[in-house]
Structure formats: structure tokens, C-alpha cells
């Protein structure tokens, strides 16, 4: 199943996100509008929802949470991207990163209540 919305995640749109991958929830996150796509298989499906909103490639960044550590990754086959000073899974960018944890936490506010 997979949920994209410009708004917090409610409880239970958390708890039906994480049971597919047993706690775990990828994420793609379009970090200038403020959308988030989860519950993916693969972040290539999250980020083709985005793109097929009108998300601008260079702003979709992929990683995921850990519903019940609360740790969030930012590892994803979608952030290998040289043009855009990413040459790696990870999203290496400080800046970046940042943005893409507060994002995180704004979307599954519920969890960190």
C-alpha cells in the first residue's frame, strides 16, 4: 500500500505503512512541496507518483523510518544522481539531509508525539 499526501500521516495510515515491511516505511519525500510518498516496495514507485504530480527530479530524495527506533535513513538507488552532486545511495548533502529529517518528522509526527 502506498500513501502519498501533503499532510501528516494519521496513526493508522502509519500502522498500515509499516506492517509491510514489519516496522520499516520507505519514504520518498519531494523536499520543496512539501510531499511525501510511503509504503513503497521500491522508492522508484514513490518518486514515478511524485514525478507524475509535477515534482521537479532534482527535489525527490528517497530513504526511510524505523517506526519503532525512530531513525530515520536516507539510503535509496533513486539518490545516485552525479548531476546533482549526489554520487551516492545516501544523500550526502548536509543541507539536504536536514530538510529531509524535519520532512520526515512532520509527516510521522504521530509516532514522535
Known sequence: MVKT?????TLEEINDLKAH?????K??????????SAGMD???EGEKILLSQG?????????????ETKEIDYNSFINIRPQDNNP???IL???????????????????YD
Request: with cysteine; glycine share 6%; charged share 35%.
Open 42 to 44: 521500491r522508492h522508484y
Open 21 to 25: 515491511f514489519s516496522g520499516y516505511i
Open 55 to 67: 515534482s521537479k527530479q532534482s527535489d525527490i530524495w528517497g530513504g526511510g523510518i524505523d517506526t
Open 93 to 111: 548533502d548536509i543541507k539536504l539531509r536536514k530538510r529531509y529529517e524535519e520532512l520526515t518528522k512532520f509527516f510521522f509526527k504521530a509516532i
Open 88 to 90: 551516492s545511495n545516501d
Open 5 to 9: 499526501s501533503a499532510k501528516p500521516f
Open 27 to 36: 519514504t520518498v519525500i519531494d523536499i520543496e512541496e512539501r510531499i511525501c
